[in-house]
């Protein structure tokens, strides 16, 4: 089946509103078709609101980049996926290696946002990898088994249809490094198989599957080729409107 290719920017802590602003208002006009290519960007919290009301009318959707579990409560700091839903946000990303890492998110903590994320017409994205070590020690696979069937059990098959899954190789992210084409695909088409294990075949095809780990305009393609790769989840090329733009041309449908 044709799963339509998905791009999403991750801006992490990164520009200012004002900024943010001037990005949505470069890029106006010239993203691709949704039909040929979905994109959002996804940006801290205190960008969502001016993002939202500048790319209303476009193709460009806007995305937050972490939400807590509870619709509200005395959770000083932290993000209501209720505030996200009403601003306006279609996608949220979940379990990125940065919150695991600097800030001890567990897959428990992460499932419970992936179900909040759903409870309030939020698209996750959930995002899996192994470190440098795990890579080099063969244990990979295992590694986002583990990430994956924690991260997302317990959804109905019409939510995990619906999923996408950043498979980001630790070592890859901000360092220049990327998985080759064929360790790309290879996880990617891991993940593939083990989201069919728990829900099936048809969710499985279904399931958007995206890379991340240093992509940029001069190798998406490369990375788009590859069958089980529906898409890519970018940072620092996702920062600038022309690359961003780049981007999303190299990501198309032909």
Known sequence: MTR??????????????NQAREFAKEVAGKIPAKEKVESAICAPATHLEALVSLTEA???????????FEQKGAFTGEISPLTLKDLGVKYVILGHSERRGYFFETDELINK???????NNLTPIVCCGETLEEYEAGKALDKIK??????????????AEKLIIAYEPIWAIGTGKSAGREDAQKMCKAVREIVKEMYGEKISQKVRIQYGGSVKPENIKEYMACEDVDGALVGGASLKPDSFIKLLEGGKLA
């Open 58 to 68: 476009a193709d460009l959707k806007i995305g937050a980049e972490n939400c807590h």
């Open 146 to 159: 583990s990430q994956i069937k924690e991260d997302i059990k317990g959804l109905k098959e019409e939510q």
């Open 113 to 119: 946002k992936v179900h909040a994320a759903f409870a």
């Open 4 to 17: 339509i290719p998905f791009i999403a920017g991750n801006w992490k802590m990164n520009l200012t509103v």
